[in-house]
């Protein structure tokens, strides 16, 4: 259990360095995702089963949903094509 | 809808259509970014509206530049390193002052700790002590915090909402913006969500109806069912949501489930804030009829939490139900 704990701990930590150091946004809330996951798998191992539900649904779930859908309004997030034909375009 | 907010949003469209560069690369270089962006003509726009648009664009390069001087400094650079690593220190410090998780000398042998193990069970009737405290002894404070979650929905449908838009040119083109984004009819995520969407409301119903039995109750109930709704309209569309969903059922539900709860807890204020008096008795502990009025409180804390996750989400995704 012990050791589970640690390597948890570490990927949050990682996470958290890797969402703050990366460029592209929507990796960044990929990891972003990825990090509420272990989250709430540790508060699962502190015994608190409630609060692990709600950071699977709230942190991995809506909350990378908002954020995705907040890219998209300002245009962050675009489909390869459509930039590989503006680039030909420009 | 008034001509400004009309006007406002028109411009923030146009602004996404031609000015986007400053954001597309990912937000770095910004400078060349919006020089680029300042000067790419804007094509709907008046020639009025254009010449503010571009005193505006040139302000904000102004601004730019004199940030972009301030922060090419040496000793900026050095004390924004120096501000974060001594605020991770104390932070640190913090943890390492914690007490010890499962100790024999934490807060778990304090007097309130030991009231609430004591008496939860016997004047509220949950069995889950949590559930019994925050809806219960804590009332007020979850009260607060549907009504923060529900008054912050209610600044995003200000901003962002096109419901009873009389323009049509403007309802066209959200619903154009939003069909370039999303993909109609994905086969994959399609047969994903037939699977998974009953199985999540499920969970989501179970969460809420066992909320003082087993761990969990209204708030986690509600986000997974928000989850689920999410989900759902991801993958069937505005239609298939439609014939179940619509903004009258998000009012209804929302607003009925926030008033009961403001009913039943304002009473409880009002007769001395100790802790709910109902004519509903508490019945057997372990009974799903039982713990008195937790669990119509858990079914309304859900109902908020649900619809409000639903409709942050259709609200920045496109503006309507």
Partial sequence: ?????????????????????????????????????????????????????????????????????????????????????EQTKA | MSKQKRDAFSGLLNWLENGDDALSDQMQDTLS????????????????????????????????????SWTDRWWYKLLAAALCVSLIALLLFAALR???????????????????????????????????????????????????????????????????????????????RDRNFEPKNDLILQCAARILTPIVFVFGVYIILNGHLSPGGGFSGGAVLGAGLILYQNAFGYKKIQRFFTYKTFRAVSVCALLFYSLAKGYHFFTGANHLES???????????????????????????????????????????
């Fill in chain 1, 1 to 85: 259990m012990e050791i589970l704990n640690v390597i948890l701990l570490l990927f949050i930590i990682a996470c958290s360095i890797a969402v703050a150091l990366n460029k592209n946004l929507l990796s960044s809330v990929i990891i972003f995702m990825a990090q509420g996951l272990a989250v709430s798998v540790v508060w699962m191992l502190l015994q608190s089963p409630d609060l692990a539900i709600t950071e699977a649904a709230v942190g991995a779930g809506v909350s990378s949903i908002l954020l995705f859908a907040a890219l998209k309004k300002i245009d962050a997030i675009r489909k390869k094509e459509e930039k590989a034909h």
């Fill in chain 2, 33 to 68: 970014d919006d020089e680029r962006a300042a000067n790419v003509p804007l094509k709907k726009a008046s020639a009025k509206k254009r010449k503010k648009k571009n005193a505006d664009a040139r302000r904000k390069k102004n601004e730019n530049e004199t940030a972009a």
């Fill in chain 2, 279 to 321: 004519g509903i008795g508490t019945g057997t502990p372990g009974d799903i009829l039982s713990g008195g009025l937790l669990l119509p409180l858990n079914i309304a804390v859900g109902c908020v939490v649900a619809c409000t996750m639903y409709g942050l989400y259709t609200m920045f995704r496109k503006g309507e139900f």
């Fill in chain 2, 98 to 176: 914690l007490p010890k998780f499962g100790g024999a000398e934490t807060l778990i042998d304090s007097d309130l700790t030991r009231f609430y193990v004591e008496h939860t069970k016997v004047e509220t009737g949950a069995m889950n002590i949590v559930t019994g405290i925050i809806l219960d002894y804590r009332g007020f404070d979850t009260l607060g915090e549907s009504h923060v979650l529900f008054i912050a929905l209610c600044g995003v449908l200000l901003l962002l909402s096109i419901y009873g838009e009389k323009d049509e040119k403007l309802r066209l083109l959200a619903d154009a």
